[in-house]
């Protein structure tokens, strides 16, 4: 190889890492856009004259448009460039930001947060089939761990920036913020994603293609059934840290904290041992996820253990998404996009489901049996992961 040929190498391998880079600000802002509104729920209704409920309603109405558009975007989009289907994906995260500071009614909010939707279910129907493309297949694990990072930091922190900047520059002004940093996350993209020209045009009969297989089908229940179990507990642990464990404001905003710092202990070991050991990691989290809860139940009212609970909960929580995308990327590398977008799907539906599940646990047998159903649905995912051999594909 000669010297320039060398050099060229070595400024694609950086490129590539910086797109990486880009791809987890842009997740860090996904997640910040969608969750801080609810640490503004209260000034948002009041300046809306709207409800909290009509205002929680249009916030999480993102959600069901996630799932449409994850199981839409790699078909809709056809054979067109994926890099140009990215940067439009973040051009309307842009759009939605400036309509959701400024919205002057409910109905606009409405549109902002259903945009915003349109954003996560294509971002993560795509994002790990770009990241296959991006880095050498021994890196995958490790680069889908550095942009879930953004993650972990949006959990971590959005919402109680959100709510301290609420109080001085008001929730517009919490919003208005937020722009200029897709701003820079938008040319930040379009200077370090590569050409990703679409190898194929993806099909409704693709889709199903891969749903067939076997493997993969159990995979996705699986899923299923550890997400919905982590969101019908994690959505209704502000009452049960308020009710049982008896924690103020500030204590709960600690807790909180360590919880969503835990996430990066998460990621760390999702980047570490998820190119080897997808299994054994896909195996831990449920496990790890349904002690912990049934754990918060018996000691809830012990402080100490409470915190150490909820740490092993969310270091977990953020290695179930790295080790299901780092499966994917194993066991259906022949049609990233297509599984993707089942699997984006699959989550995001779980989560409603969860949360709905655990409410209506809540409403008609209180908080005890949310958090065991909870349990009982991350039993569920384990025992359909079994051993793992039925989750990989045939030699």
């Not at 993806?202 to 199903?208: A, G, I, V």
Request: hydrophobic letters at 60%; a positive charge.
């Amino acid at each position: 190889m000669t010297a320039r040929s060398t050099i060229l190498a070595s400024e694609q391998k950086t490129v590539a890492w910086g797109a990486v880079f880009s791809m987890s600000l842009c997740v860090a802002m996904l997640i910040a856009a969608e969750f801080m509104p609810v640490s503004l729920l209260t000034p948002i209704a009041d300046g809306l004259g709207a409800t909290e409920g009509q205002t929680g309603q249009a916030v999480s109405i993102s959600g069901f448009f996630a799932v449409a558009a994850s199981l839409l975007m790699t078909t809709l989009a056809g054979r067109l460039n994926r890099k140009w289907v990215l940067l439009t994906i973040t051009t309307l995260m842009l759009v939605s930001l400036a309509l959701m500071a400024s919205a002057p009614s409910f109905a606009v909010l409405m549109l902002s947060r259903a945009l915003l939707g349109v954003c996560i279910g294509g971002f993560w129907s795509l994002a790990t089939a770009v990241i296959m493309r991006l880095v050498e297949v021994e890196h995958v694990s490790r680069a889908l761990a550095i942009m879930y990072t953004g993650q972990a930091i949006a959990a971590a922190f959005a919402a109680p920036i959100g709510s301290y900047l609420g109080g001085i520059i008001g929730w517009r002004g919490v919003f208005w913020v937020l722009v200029p940093i897709v701003a820079v996350n938008l040319v930040w993209q379009w200077a370090t994603l590569p050409s990703l020209p679409a190898s194929q045009r993806l099909t409704f009969r693709s889709l199903k293609g891969v749903l067939t297989r076997s493997y993969f089908a159990r995979g996705i229940v699986a899923a299923v059934f550890g997400f919905a179990g982590a969101f019908s507990m994690f959505t209704y642990l502000r009452p049960f840290l308020e009710g049982v464990t008896g924690v103020d404001v500030t204590m709960l905003s600690a807790l909180f904290l360590v919880l969503g710092c835990a996430g990066f202990l998460g990621t760390w070991a999702g980047g570490k041992f998820a190119s080897q050991r997808v299994v054994r990691l896909l195996q831990a989290v449920p496990l790890l996820m349904g002690l912990s809860t049934l754990g918060l139940l018996g000691f809830g009212q012990q402080l100490a253990v409470v915190a150490v609970l909820l740490a092993i909960w969310g270091a977990m929580n953020t290695v179930m998404s790295i080790a299901w995308m780092s499966w994917l990327s194993q066991n259906v590398d022949d049609a990233p996009e297509a599984a993707g977008s089942l699997i984006v799907a699959a989550i995001q539906a779980a989560i409603l489901l969860g949360a709905a599940f655990g409410g209506w646990l809540l409403d008609h047998l209180g908080i005890q049996a949310t958090f065991i159903g909870s349990a009982v649905l991350c039993a569920a995912s384990l025992l359909l992961i079994g051993s793992g051999r039925r989750l990989l594909k045939p030699d």
